[in-house]
């Protein structure tokens, strides 16, 4: 239910927010930031841009986004890639520092969680950017978009980050129940791609809807967005809530959408939108595509949809990803929306809860700080965790520490897994659900999970011989501290 | 020479692209009606080579009616 519970943002993130309404103002933000660089030297699709875009990737601080727009074969095209390969972009769209703490950005996403009032503004079609050129005939996605191979061993050129818009193929007239997810796009024919999904996503259901009753289902696939949408398109929301809506609420401030050709919804400062029709029934073989955890996803039949028509700004941004083997941008990007629900839900029953850290490959691997109530507490929320939507799937291994254990400073994990950890007391449920495409499964989609309580022990448990804590000073005061030291580093101050 | 698949060694290959530079052909796109694939001739050789491909990544005798179906079609396609 909607209610007019706006976020409330600092004067700088209202600034920011303000001023970005699409990826082009966000990339002339990040690049007075020092964080978007455009690569000076002509390159080949493949392997140049694959290349750079990991060498982007590798520092996962402050690595910029990169626009190549001397890309060999394809002038005049443009590419940008990492948009949110790096932490510090992710801080310069909430307007924090781009030196800001993950620990912060987690707590900031996790504020502006509890917003509910949708921010949407309307756009006559007329009037938007992304219909300022149209192609209903002779599409050619080859010669439209400057495609590349993303790992050496996929089977074609991937859209690897685009928002696909989607009716609800009984409901169409309800915008709630319009879905915008990000799935993986082969292109194939000059005006054919392949959309891959599960029946357990909301892509999937609608396709399966679709062919069960013979109805039309219809998509728009949005290239290079406001960055607000990949960001929250890509976190799990109820069926008939609006991804829309809730990047808006997330942004805290008005997503400015119109209408595409065929009907959807779509923003209207994006760079391409490519509609297309489900082939009913149709097929195609799809893959492999080097995918999130680090390995090939094998060859199989996916759903076939056709262009119907192609919208697009003048001198339009391909914006892609580069995913694979971690650290990727992939990573990034969704890993602080990935751990703040897991927070929300836990918190809701927990209230000792004291953070999540679930970035690790969506989640595979979530460490959560937790305040023992009673021996052995930590393993009951780790069930619970279990239990969360997104734990159903994802959540391999969890690893509890203490409240005042930092789970996003990993040296800290590593601490109380060293001090803490009782070999005989870990825990391995096996043959659990677990995602299809994760290599360490059993069979693919069920395997094992590992709780491990990295909590400090208290009675009635053997405390061990010398259990009393050094009282480490943290807290504000030493982060203020930590910032005058690196000012003075800076500086050269005598 | 005429050219052939380097995943399934298929010959029945569309040119989907072609890539210009100075007025030239700097390379061009293919795509396979069999297998799908979809390569670029400019790649380098551990994408295009049948010769220097991984085994694991040729699809030469495979039967692609039976790969696994993520969505299973819900009727036979018309
Ligand atoms: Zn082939």
Known sequence: MDTEKEVTLSAQAKAVAARIGSLRDFLDYLGEHDQCVTWPDAVLPEPDIRNVSVAA?????????????????????????????????????????????????????????????????????????????????????????????????????????????????????????????IYRIQVMGPDTFTLLSIPAHDMGRQMLMAEQHGKPLKVSVMIGNHPAMPMFAATPVGYDESEFAYASQMMGAPLRLTTAVNGTDILADTEMVIEGELQLNQREVEGPFGEFPGSYSGVRKVPLFRVTGVSHRNNPIFENIYIGKGWTEHDTLIGLNTSAPIYAQLKKDFPEVAAVNALYQHGLTGIIAVKNRFSGFAKSVAMRALGTPHGTMYLKNLILVDENVDPFDLNQVMWALSTRTRANDIIVIPNMPMVPIDPAAEVPGKGHRLIIDATSFMAPDNLGADPHLVDRPMGPEIDALMQRLSELQKGGVR | MKTICPRCESTGVTQMHAGMENGQVLWRVWHCKDCAYTWRDSEPAESIDPKVRPAWAQMKGVDFDSLRQVVPPARKPT
């Open chain 1, 57 to 181: 990737g590798n520092n996962v601080s402050t690595g910029p986004a990169v626009i190549f727009d001397k890309i060999r074969g394809y002038p005049g095209k443009r590419v940008a890639v990492n948009v949110h390969g790096s932490f510090g972009n992710l801080a310069l769209l909430l307007g924090m520092p781009k030196t800001t703490p993950v620990r912060e950005l987690f707590f900031e996403i996790i504020r502006r969680w509890g917003s509910d009032k949708p921010l949407l503004a309307r756009v006559d079609p007329k009037n938007a950017p992304v219909h300022e050129n149209r192609i209903d005939h002779g599409i050619n996605l080859y010669d439209l978009l400057p495609l590349y191979r993303i790992n050496a061993h996929d089977g074609g050129f991937y859209i690897g980050k685009a928002c696909v818009v989607s009716r609800d193929p009984l409901d169409p007239d309800n915008f709630g129940k319009q879905n915008v997810g």
